[in-house]
Structures are given as C-alpha cells and as structure tokens.
C-alpha cells in the first residue's frame, strides 16, 4: 500500500518562505505523477503544481505566479514544493497526492486521477 508523509507545513509571516516535503512509500515504479493540493477553508481543493516523478517535468496552476518550485528527490522518494513571497492568501491545508500514470509525462491538472493522498500539512500566512 502506496503511502504518502507531508511535513514542513507552518506559520509565517507575508513575503515570508517554507518548503513543504511529501515523502512516498511503496512505489516501485517512477512512472507516477505526484502533486501538492491546497484547500482553505470554505473552498475546494485545488492544484498547485504537479511533477512527473520519472523525467521531472513539470506545471504549476496560474496563481503560483513563479513564486513555488516544485522538485523532486527519486532516491529519497520525496518531493518538495518551496513556496516564496507568500501571501495571507496562500493560506491553507497543502496536501501530497499521487496517481500511477503511463502518459509519458503529462500529469493532470484535474483532482480526479489522484487517488492516494497525504493527511495534509497546514499552512498559515499572517499579514
């Protein structure tokens, strides 16, 4: 059974940075998309980068606006989103999700193929 571990979530000040680290357990096989969620309260879930774990590639939903990097670490199993120049309302729960594909290296953007997913990690941006 795939697993999925975020950790790095917390508070933070406006302009601020963190690095949100999602470690995956029980994939054999690279040919996975793997993406970070987002949810704040009262809202749906949405998209807000996702990577291709083979070749790395990788897309980012319009709001990131250059300021989150999505990579990834194979031999740690681990990806990472590094979020910069936060704002209040970037505020919310960020979520580690995965789906086995063989696309080729296109991940959707849509939440539906996703079906193994982390608790979530909590981030809060204060103004």
């Known amino acids: 059974q795939a697993q999925l571990v975020e950790s790095g979530g917390g508070s933070v000040q406006a302009g601020g940075s963190l690095r949100l680290s999602c470690v995956a357990s029980g994939y054999t096989d690279r040919r996975y998309c793997m993406a970070w969620f987002r949810q704040a309260p009262g809202k749906e879930r949405e998209r807000v980068a996702s990577?291709?774990?083979?070749?790395?590639?990788?897309s980012y939903a319009d709001f990131v606006e250059g300021r989150f990097t999505i990579s990834r670490d194979n031999a740690k199993s681990t990806v990472y989103l590094q979020m910069s120049s936060l704002k209040p309302e970037d505020t919310a729960m960020y979520y580690c999700a995965a789906y086995l594909t063989h696309s080729g290296g296109y991940c959707s953007i849509s939440i539906d193929p996703y079906n193994n997913w982390g608790q979530g990690t909590r981030v809060t941006v204060s103004s």
């Open positions: 990577i291709y774990m083979d070749y790395g590639w990788t």
